[in-house]
């Protein structure tokens, strides 16, 4: 069939002269549909346009409506709050030279092991010691103590962590060959393994504290057992450690072989037995002083800042950080070295204690810290908010020194040939200028001549423990004890002290303090620590200044410092670490 026959059978014509007429009859079509229905009736909506704009503003309006009840309805399911993830960095004072916790000494290194390694025991948000791998505590009479161990804590690895693990960590602190930065206080102890889970330790005397000592970090022993202890410091276990804490070591970075700044870089735990934490990755930024921590807060080249000083903090912007300041179980303390030939004298020390307005130096101190007149945290003994300690009076204090025969040449006070000077040291630190400088102004009003001494703990070439504390080279000595989470201050003021930084030698203090230490009965301890506390305030072998502060600061987009949370010391400050976040983000409300 040809091409012609089937346009036919289809009704279809080839000529273009049809095709042209079909198209001029559709365009007249639709020019007259156009005149009939738009531009004829133009006139008239015109003459409705008032009608067609109120319609469309209602419509408008409508939808506007809905638009923000839409929003208002939202805000009542949703709301931003703090989400799972990110990274948290958080900036320290170094070095980090080793993430070995047998070693760790600097802030720094000690948040590490917090983090990478897990312990009997440790600090929670209340300032209490709770269970962390112990899951009980058996007393077994002041001198053993069984404890029982969780059975689902591994080690990063995969190895199951036992007791075998905690008798080879105490076996290490103990190593002389090792020089394990604890090793001292564990001598004498024996511990024995009962089963995988479960550790004896038996003390050489009896010792209510502690439960404190096992804070210390537990170590692998199927990693280091082929190690020789001696070389365990150079082992490359100290820059990559296996772990069982929260978080486990992705890299440890060098940014700087000069300054020593580094970072440890650490990923959250899956298979940490209470829980994974809630950030993906948390950062340790090391900084070998307090101005590069400031200087990586304003720069927001970290989240967030450990143990902050006050000059720094008081420096920042509080509409992007969130300052948290919290009492920790630390104290400020004026310390007397008692071989002084003034300070011999009891009625000098009194009037240097009634002559020394602590509320004014605590006025001075940024975030205003809380008085400290005892020589331990007051709510760690029941009933020692009853000691009345001696209330400021400079006239009394003068008149004392005046009946003593310690009489006024020139502005300085002299008894015979011997002249009331005083040489008192602190290191350099912000808020111990600042009490020292204000202890000095009242103390010569006194009469007394003061000359004073700062340290640069972060000078190469001074070294405060030996240069200072060791040869007790001052007169007066203000500086912090850590006095920690039990009120044992035995080390600090009994005549066996090894830190007695006094001097300090009272038979009756020595008798309650060595009591103290043996009750368990918290009752009975009590007793014995107010007969101590009551014994020190009359010897006056130091003044209280104030309670040590912990500042924490990060940025108002995360959490970390609860300003509900208790800090017994700065190491102690991950007790809430696994609900730290990085992020926030938009979620529905809990109904």
């Known amino acids: 069939m040809d091409r012609k026959r089937v346009w036919k059978r289809l009704g279809l014509k080839k000529s273009s002269k049809t095709l042209q007429k079909h198209a001029r ?45 839409m929003v208002w309805f939202q805000r009542s399911y949703l709301q931003t709050a703090p989400v799972s993830g990110g990274t948290y960095a958080e900036a320290i004072k170094g070095p980090v030279e080793t993430l070995d ?17 897990s312990s009997l025991f440790e600090t929670d948000t209340t300032g209490h010691v709770r269970g962390d791998i112990a899951s009980t505590m058996i007393d077994d009479g002041d001198k053993v103590y069984t404890v029982n161990m969780r059975h689902d804590a591994r080690w990063q690895d995969g190895q199951q962590l036992t007791a075998s693990d905690v008798v080879y960590t105490v076996g290490l602190m103990k190593n002389a060959a090792v020089h394990s930065s604890q090793g ?27 439960p404190q000592a096992l804070t ?36 440890l970075q060098t940014i700087s072989q000069t300054v020593g700044s580094k970072i440890v870089h650490m990923d959250a735990n899956d ?114 908010n009853a000691i009345t300690p001696p209330k400021f009076d400079q006239n009394a204090a003068a008149q004392a020194l005046d009946a003593d025969g310690w009489l006024m040449h020139n502005g300085v006070r002299s008894k015979g040939t011997d002249k009331l000077q005083l040489r008192v040291v602190t290191r350099k630190n912000n808020d111990y200028e600042t009490a020292l400088q204000i202890l000095v102004t009242q103390w010569q009003k006194l009469g007394v001549q003061v000359t004073t001494q700062i340290f640069d703990t972060s000078d190469p070439t001074q070294n405060f423990t030996t240069d200072v504390l060791q040869q007790r080279n001052y007169d007066v000595l203000l500086d912090e004890l850590v006095i920690g989470g039990d009120p044992d201050v035995f080390a600090y003021w009994d ?19 060595t009591s ?46 609860r300003p509900d949370e208790k800090i017994v010391t700065g190491d102690d400050h991950y007790a809430n670490v696994l609900n730290w976040t990085a992020n926030e983000g938009t979620i529905y409300r809990t109904p």
């Open 25 to 69: 009859r559709v365009e007249g079509v639709t020019t007259r549909h156009a005149h009939r229905f738009l531009i004829s009736r133009w006139d008239k909506v015109r003459e409705v346009r008032l009608h067609i704009i109120l319609w469309m503003s209602g419509v408008g309006a409508l939808i506007a409506i809905v638009g923000l009840q």
């Open 101 to 117: 916790p047998l070693f760790a000494t600097t802030p720094a290194e000690l948040s590490a092991a917090h983090l990478l390694f």
């Open 184 to 210: 001292t206080s564990w001598q004498g102890v024996n511990v024995q393994q009962v089963n995988n889970y479960e550790v004896k330790f038996t003390l050489p005397a009896a010792y209510a504290a502690f």
């Open 216 to 251: 210390f970090s537990i170590l692998p022993q199927h990693v280091l057992k082929s190690i020789d202890p001696a070389a365990l410091r150079e082992a490359s276990f100290s820059t990559s450690p296996i772990g069982s804490g929260p978080f486990k070591l992705r890299l």
């Open 271 to 384: 298979d940490y037995y209470r829980g994974r934490p809630r950030l993906d990755h948390l950062q340790i930024h090391a900084y070998a002083d307090d101005e590069s921590i400031g200087m990586a807060l304003k720069t927001g080249e970290v989240t967030g800042a450990s143990d902050v000083a006050s000059d720094v903090a008081s420096t920042l912007n509080n509409n992007k950080y969130e300052t948290v300041i919290r009492p920790t179980n630390n104290g400020i303390y004026a310390i007397f070295n008692l071989s002084n030939t003034a300070l011999k004298d009891p009625i000098v020390r009194k009037a240097l204690q009634v002559g020394t307005n602590t509320s004014a130096i605590r006025k001075q101190i940024y975030g205003n810290p809380q008085p400290l007149a005892l020589p331990f945290i007051p709510y760690q003994v029941a009933g020692s």
């Open 495 to 513: 005549s066996r002290g090894l830190l007695n930084f006094s001097g300090y030698n009272s038979q009756a203090s020595d008798d309650a303090l």
């Open 516 to 561: 103290a230490r043996t009750k368990s009965d918290p009752a009975l301890r009590s007793v014995k620590y107010i007969a101590f506390a009551k014994q020190w305030l009359a010897d006056v072998p130091a003044i209280g200044l104030y309670q040590s502060n912990y500042i924490y600061v990060h940025s108002n987009s995360t959490e970390a410092i």
